[in-house]
């Protein structure tokens, strides 16, 4: 066929298929619309995916602590800022005195996200000098990732519970920049804190709770006081402390 021919024959088949309608066909089908749909709407998707395999015992926590984080190098940054509409969140929030805003997020436009989701989330946004305060978790699985801003960044093994402290071990201290992140879970990386050092800092966080049967104690922060005495082998007794106590001496 020279190129005439194949010219004037795609221009035919062109007009069977309008006439067919199955351009039109194709279309409202969002076949061809498909590669337009945001990279970061799977990203969610792959998230929630990943959610329900530690809610539902599928993989263990230490395990989807390592494949959270490997999901979270992967994001397109400025896409999931956009989505998350921080420029907006960044404009209307009221920083609180001492700790972080907790900010709700809405994802139920997002394509391919089931409207009941595994995960809650949420972003802190803070000022400078101000943290999240030291705190672990029962029951919970959870990941930060640093929107903007920058943050010290420590985490502590939560090694035992005692009547009125937590044996607590150091794992992590270093600084975090945008696109960085970690993780928590019952099992690893129980306790963490992390510190504005920009003027003003945002972190976005996704939880779940209730995924670990063996643990009886309701899915709860438990505030500490990392302050404390060091014994041999590098652990702290972190005396136990309520959420008040908490942000008195570390908000
Ligand atoms: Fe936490």
Redesign the pocket.
């Known amino acids: 066929m020279n190129l005439h021919s194949r010219r004037a024959f795609n221009q035919k088949l062109l007009g069977s298929l309008m006439t067919y309608g199955l351009i039109e066909t194709l279309f409202q089908r969002d076949l061809l619309a498909e590669p337009m749909k945001p990279v970061v709407h799977q990203w969610l998707a792959d998230l929630h995916e990943l959610s329900a395999e530690v809610k539902n015992q599928k993989i263990k926590d230490v395990d989807f602590q390592a494949k959270l984080e490997d999901l979270y190098k992967k994001v397109e940054l400025s896409e999931l800022i956009k989505l998350l509409d921080l420029d907006r969140v960044a404009k209307d929030v009221k920083f609180p005195a001492r700790g972080a805003a907790n900010l709700g997020i809405d994802l139920s436009k997002v394509e391919g996200l089931p409207q009941r989701l595994v995960f809650g989330k949420q972003i802190f946004a803070m000022q400078k000098d101000r943290s999240?305060v030291p705190?672990?978790?029962d029951n919970?699985c959870?990941g930060?990732i640093v929107l903007r801003g920058e943050f010290n960044g420590k985490h502590y093994d939560r090694v035992e519970d005692r009547a009125d402290s937590y044996l607590i071990k150091p794992t992590l201290d270093r600084d975090f920049k945008p696109g960085e992140c970690s993780t928590?879970s019952d099992h690893k990386d129980n306790v963490?804190w992390f510190k504005a050092i920009s003027d003003t800092a945002f972190i976005f966080?996704i939880?779940i709770t209730g995924y670990n049967p063996e643990n009886k104690k309701p899915a709860n922060?438990v505030y500490v006081d990392p302050d404390g005495e060091k014994l041999q082998g590098g652990t702290i007794v972190a005396k136990k402390m309520t959420s008040s106590e908490c942000h008195k001496k570390y908000g």
């Open positions: 999240i705190h672990g978790h919970m959870t930060f928590v963490h966080n939880h922060r």
